[in-house]
């Protein structure tokens, strides 16, 4: 993609076309941001399966047109039979299988809290049937599968064949579908339909609660009935930052939106505007490490987090830890958690709300466990606790695991309102800061933001290596000056994935809106 795209009114945009086209169309029907975006959060479940779904949470962050932003927390807690003792057998948890399914899905609790909000705060609300239309006809007639999909089936297929569910669904005639093949999810279809006939409630304290229910206790996850009955989504305040260009917001803890503010609170030390290409991305790896430490350090569940992390943000401590950037030596690296699969979408309707959104079920597929006669594939995002006695994140019933999950926004001192974001794990923090730079400070159109090559600091999936990873599209000149630096590089391919699908929206002061997509992804930028 060379353009972004520009209108009048409203615009979506998503790593998956057809998400794009559901909520471009809910905005066409004189629907809001947040309704609009509910309609891509289901479509983009069904559209997308490995990278997110019903079974997986989800955060947001809503950017009224007037006023302070807000954020939902939609993540789920441990289950309550989530203990240290039932894993004591094994070094760490695992990544697959009923036992990496142990936390409760919240993604659908934070769809009900966003439109009470834009009940309470914008406009008649639409019907929910009609949010959910689209996802509901392309669980019952079919998806074609699309690249990334097939790749990930392809890939993971030795881990997951042998799970509950999963072969039914996504391995059908026993094999890995390709590209273009018609996927149909039956089981998934009835189950939105569910959600659009009783509500949105119904998922954590209703019909499809209860089969959801009796479907974990019968394949043994650690996730009880009362589990669900107890879950609610919650109203966060958002994290920001002061910079030079404006203000920066992003998600608090369990999230890792601390990281991605101190990045940026970290470059704005430094002239990026006059840096070349090496310089530029040597500053960001470098901060993105610094940041990591704090992260590392802080953030695990908010009940057990002592300090006022807002703090951390501050003049003084953003100064101290610029200081220990050097710009002509790379630092070392320390442990990253391993890559997942994540969705970031955002909307901007014609009242000037902008929504910026993320959903996920973690790794490619999650736990791979579909629960039974529902079509939800289920996430693993509790593979992020610790089994070691002590450590900040050591698991226990009803704890929050930490997220990589966090969708960023901003209010630039020009007036203009971005919502951006990635997928990508690790990779979140380090993809927001290269296109906030690019686009703000370096001043890139916005398109050329995101489909510039990247770079990827830490592991890509079935890669253990912590290099530093960059699209082939660098120049030699590019890999042989990192190097010299210090950075130890590999090559990625031309797009790869394991950069992130970026997308990000500007509503400019005259009123006009400008979106723009990933090409690595299957997404589109869609505006009226």
Request: hydrophobic share 40%; charged share 15%; glycine share 10%.
């Amino acid at each position: 993609m060379i353009q972004s795209n520009l209108a009048p009114n409203g615009m979506a945009v998503t790593p998956h076309h057809l998400a794009s086209s559901s909520a471009l169309s809910i905005l066409r029907q004189g629907g809001n941001a947040i309704e609009a975006m509910v309609a891509a959060a289901a479509t983009i479940a069904v559209v997308y399966p490995h990278m997110n779904g019903l079974g997986g949470d989800g955060f947001w962050l809503i950017v009224p047109p007037e006023g302070e932003p807000i954020a939902i927390d939609a993540s789920g807690a441990a289950g309550s039979l989530a203990t240290v003792e039932r894993y004591q057998t094994q070094a760490t948890i695992p990544f697959r299988g009923p036992q990496a399914a142990l936390t409760v899905a919240g993604t659908v609790s934070g769809w009900q809290l966003a439109l009470d909000y834009a009940t309470q705060n914008i406009t008649e609300s639409l019907p929910l049937p009609m949010l959910l239309a689209d996802a509901i006809h392309y669980a019952e007639s079919g998806i074609p599968v699309t690249v990334s999909q097939a790749e990930a089936t392809k890939t993971k297929t030795g881990e997951l064949a042998h799970l509950p569910g999963f072969s039914d669904i996504y391995l059908p005639d026993n094999r890995p579908p390709s590209a273009g093949e018609c996927l149909r999810q039956p089981d998934l279809a009835r189950s939105l339909k569910a959600l659009a006939s009783d509500g949105l409630e119904s998922f954590y304290r209703g019909a499809l609660g209860k089969k959801i229910a009796a479907g974990m206790a019968q394949i043994g996850m650690p996730i009880t009935e009362q589990d669900l009955t107890d879950h609610r989504a919650h109203y966060k305040t958002p994290l920001s930052v002061q910079h030079s260009c404006g203000t920066i917001y992003n998600l608090a803890p369990p999230t890792q939106g601390l990281v991605s503010l101190a990045i940026l609170g970290i470059l704005d030390r430094f002239d990026l505007a006059q840096c070349n290409e090496i310089q530029t991305i040597h500053r960001i790896v470098e901060a993105t490490k610094l940041a990591f430490t704090l992260r590392d350090t802080y953030i695990t569940d908010p009940k057990e987090i002592a300090i006022d992390l807002q703090q951390l943000l501050n003049t003084s401590l953003l100064d101290a830890l610029s200081q220990q950037l050097d710009t002509d030596l790379a630092a070392p690296w320390g442990e990253p958690l391993l890559p997942g699969d994540t969705v970031w979408m955002g909307v901007t309707d014609k009242n000037g709300y902008s929504v910026s959104f993320i959903q996920s079920i973690y790794h490619e597929f999650g736990s791979g466990v579909v629960i039974p006669d529902t079509g939800i594939l289920w996430q693993n995002r509790g593979a992020a606790f610790s089994l070691q006695a002590g450590h900040p994140r050591c698991l226990g019933p009803k704890k929050y695991p930490f997220h990589t999950l966090n969708p960023a926004a901003a209010k630039l001192n020009d007036g203009r309102t971005l919502v951006y974001g990635s997928m990508g794990g690790d990779g979140q923090p380090q993809t927001q800061a290269t296109l906030f730079t690019r686009y703000v400070q370096q001043q890139l159109p916005l398109q050329a933001a995101i489909s510039a090559p990247r770079w990827l600091l830490g592991r890509t999936w079935g890669n253990a290596s912590d290099s530093l990873k960059l699209e082939a599209r660098f120049s030699e000149e590019t890999y042989q000056g990192l190097r010299s630096l210090g950075h130890r590089t590999e090559r990625l391919d031309a797009w790869s994935e394991a950069t992130g699908h970026a997308g990000a929206i500007v509503r400019h002061p005259n009123g006009l809106v400008e979106g723009a997509s990933d090409p690595r992804s299957n997404g589109s930028a869609a505006g009226y």
